[in-house]
């Protein structure tokens, strides 16, 4: 009888037996050991879809580390929208891997912006967290503001056992002075555009391997023992400036992201892929994981991704039987609505 190498290959390696039949979305995750342990400091960054993975985490008893918080004087009042409140630290949606590079650069004092403040009606507006419910009222507040705020990314990321980074787009708008990159296109959110200081740029495979791996290297040099998680944001992109039809540029867009995140993972041997992605946008995967505007990802989808994401970690103790979902509104349709609305500086790109 021939013998060749499949003969030895476990069930998940065959489309008929792991996805056809028998599918498992905790099994497509490969890791050697848990994701997250119990007593590790979590912090994460990324697009809008990793901030629904705190709350998660956090229910389940692990430590989100936390460096920046509101002052007491605003504790009391609304929360931050565009996820400001929502990390480690107050930077918000970190849409590429170029902008998450560069935050840590500026907390480490390796990287200042030309373009690092925007006067506006009601106070100066920071153009790298332009949807900040409070602004800065002089320049020296701004200042102060500004500094104790990189110095709580600076912690967060010094601090934390493991990292959790989403990778969400390709696409970007910058400084043509010094390539700083703004979460948003200047104008939509706030800010004025100007094509002579404003540029537009998709990234490639090579630039995003190339961004990814430079932050990797930097944060260990500031966190040697630091492990990092990597996904990809399953939310397509809601404009593209590409020219291309939105659907072709998110494929685009995707594809570069997680070829760049199996080189990171490949090479490193800190790095794991978790497979938000594949779960949620497989063939595999139920009509039901998006809404009727096929973008916005339904709380089935996230509940399925967090439980094969808990399925792959050490619980613990007193949070193994709280792997649920936090409380929220029944309101599925609802909740997508306004997590867009509220959280996502890119929808600025679709308004009027």
Not at 26 to 48: F, W
Not at 51 to 79: I, K, M, W
Not at 307 to 324: E, I, M
Request: charged share 20%; aromatic share 10%; with cysteine.
């Amino acid at each position: 009888m021939i013998d060749h190498p499949y003969k030895h290959s476990t069930a998940r390696a065959f489309w008929s037996r792991a996805v056809s039949a028998g599918w498992r979305p905790d099994e497509v995750v490969t890791s050697e050991q848990p994701l997250i342990r119990a007593g590790e400091k979590v912090v994460s960054a990324g697009s809008c879809f990793a901030a629904n993975l705190v709350p998660y985490l956090e229910r389940a008893g692990f430590e989100y580390l936390r460096t920046e918080t509101p002052h007491p004087a605003f504790q009391s009042c609304a929360d931050e929208a565009l996820s400001y409140g929502k990390f480690s630290a107050q930077y918000g949606n970190i849409y590429t891997s170029r902008q998450l590079l560069q935050l840590l650069q500026r907390a480490l004092g390796r990287f200042r912006p030309t373009e690092d403040r925007w006067l506006g009606y009601d106070g100066i507006i920071d153009p790298f967290r332009p949807g900040l419910r409070f602004k800065a009222r002089s320049n020296a507040e701004f200042d102060l503001l500004s500094a104790q705020h990189l110095a709580c990314v600076a912690a967060a990321f010094s601090q934390a056992d493991v990292l959790i980074y989403t990778l969400g787009l390709t696409e970007a708008w910058v400084s043509r002075i010094d390539g700083a990159v703004f979460p948003a296109c200047p104008g939509t959110v706030a800010g004025e555009f100007d094509p002579e200081r404003h540029a537009f740029e998709n990234y490639t495979v090579s630039e995003t391997n190339r961004d990814l791996d430079e932050f990797l290297d930097l944060l260990r040099s500031v966190n040697p023992n630091v492990r990092v998680i990597l996904t990809v944001s399953p939310v397509p992109l809601v404009a593209t400036a590409t020219g291309q039809h939105v659907l072709a540029a998110t494929m685009y867009s995707k594809a570069v992201l997680r070829v760049a995140a199996q080189e990171a993972t490949r090479r490193r041997s800190n790095v794991t892929y978790f497979p938000a992605f594949e779960i949620v946008t497989g063939p595999q995967a139920p009509e039901t994981f998006f809404d009727s505007s096929r973008r916005n990802v339904t709380t089935e989808a996230i509940d399925t991704v967090m439980h094969a994401f808990f399925a792959n970690c050490s619980l613990p103790a007193d949070g193994a039987g709280q792997v649920q979902p936090p409380e929220r509104a029944p309101d599925i349709a609802r909740l997508s609505r306004d997590i867009v609305a509220a959280e996502c500086e890119e929808m600025f790109a679709d308004r009027p």
